[in-house]
């Protein structure tokens, strides 16, 4: 039953395809109609006490309580050369509302393949009994994974639904800014995240096309409308820029992401190291990545040149700085989402 009351029959529902279902399985996914489900590296380290994802560090989230999935799995409007996930799978088509999945639905799907997964970490005794018992109920959402979940039209209620859970105290949503008018319909519907991410990896019209390959042809008025709705939003706001040497990082276009990040106001800009992982080894090479030094040497050029943001912390195995905006100034770690977004 969709949230309208009309019966939605299964073989309506945009499914991902079969042979891509079976990869993305092979590869530890869990899937579910079009929506996807992993136990990132980190969650499973922090099943060992081997470490915590850099959100901890930052924000205060819990590793093994955090659950990455995706509504939108395969279905995305950009092809960027960096991106880890298969996405020469990935459909562009638009996800009509009345052949996508209820967000409950999604969640309870997803919830049993994530369980799936966990379940086979109970074997190994390196891994805390404690700790994979309580990452079975989840307190953190990161709504990123594969694909752009802002195509997911149902998006608003999901984002409520998850809110309404007792056990939620955070939710992260990543964007790559193609579809404003859905960031707009989260602020209108009281539905925005605790946090939202803003990919923002070009300085400049010639690299965001070279970068992001998108598909739309208004794909830069798209990016620039969302980076403009930040300052305004009622919740914490991230522009999340990755590095990849030769590409983005050259010290010219210092001014123009400085330009960028005064424009939109963000709580944090977190500036990271492209990671030769994934499917992108097939687009990049090794050398692309940067060193920690590298990445913070562009940090600093940042903060030498915008007196509105210092730097906040940095996590050396992640390769990844992160500033905090000194005017607009919140504190880092995250409390809950139960009472207000920020
Ligand atoms: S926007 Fe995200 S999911 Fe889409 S191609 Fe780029 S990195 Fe991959």
Redesign the pocket.
């Known amino acids: 039953m969709s949230c309208s009351g009309e019966t939605i029959e299964e073989d309506e529902l945009i499914q991902i395809r079969p042979a891509i279902s079976d990869q993305l399985k092979k590869a530890k996914y869990g899937v579910a109609d079009h929506s996807t489900v992993e136990l990132c590296h980190w969650t499973k380290k922090s099943f060992k006490h081997e470490g915590n994802c850099y959100k901890h560090k930052f924000y205060g989230i819990s590793t093994h309580q955090c659950m990455e999935f995706?509504p939108a799995g395969m279905h995305?409007?950009?092809?960027?050369i960096?991106?880890?996930?298969p996405?020469e799978f990935?459909d562009s088509l638009k996800m009509e509302p009345e052949h996508v999945s209820d967000p409950e639905e999604i969640l309870r799907k997803l919830m049993d393949e994530r369980k799936k997964l966990i379940m086979g970490y109970y074997g190994d005794s390196r891994n805390d009994k404690q700790r994979l018992d309580e990452s079975l109920l989840p307190t953190h959402y990161a709504i990123?994974l594969?694909?752009?979940p802002t195509m997911y039209p149902k998006l608003p209620e999901l984002i409520k639904y998850l809110k309404s859970l007792n056990a939620t105290k955070s939710i992260f949503l990543?964007?790559?800014g193609?579809e404003p008018d859905m960031i707009q319909r989260l602020q209108d519907e009281d539905a925005l995240p605790t946090q939202l991410y803003l990919?923002t990896n070009a300085a400049d019209y010639e690299s965001f096309m070279r970068i992001?390959?998108p598909r739309y042809d208004d794909s830069w008025e798209r990016w620039n409308r969302t980076l403009d709705m930040l300052r305004s939003l009622d919740t914490r706001t991230v522009l999340r820029v990755?590095l990849i040497k030769n590409h983005n990082d050259q010290v010219e276009m210092t001014p123009n992401f400085v330009s960028m990040f005064e424009r939109a106001e963000p709580h944090f800009v977190e500036i990271k190291s492209y990671m030769h992982i994934g499917r992108s080894t097939n687009r990049l090479e090794y050398s692309n990545m940067l060193e920690m030094d590298e990445v913070k040497k562009f940090s600093q050029n940042i903060v030498d040149n915008s007196k509105k943001f210092m730097i906040m912390d940095e996590s050396f195995v992640s390769r990844i700085v992160v500033l905090q905006n000194r005017e607009r100034f919140i504190d880092r770690f995250v409390s809950s989402c139960a009472s207000t977004n920020l």
């Not at 995305?76 to 960027?80: F, G, T």
């Not at 960096?82 to 996930?85: E, G, M, N, V």
Request: proline content about 0%; charged content about 15%.
């Open positions: 995706s995305c409007e950009n092809r960027c960096y991106c880890w996930r996405m990935y990123s594969s694909g752009e990543v964007t790559n193609q990919s992001n390959q990755t």
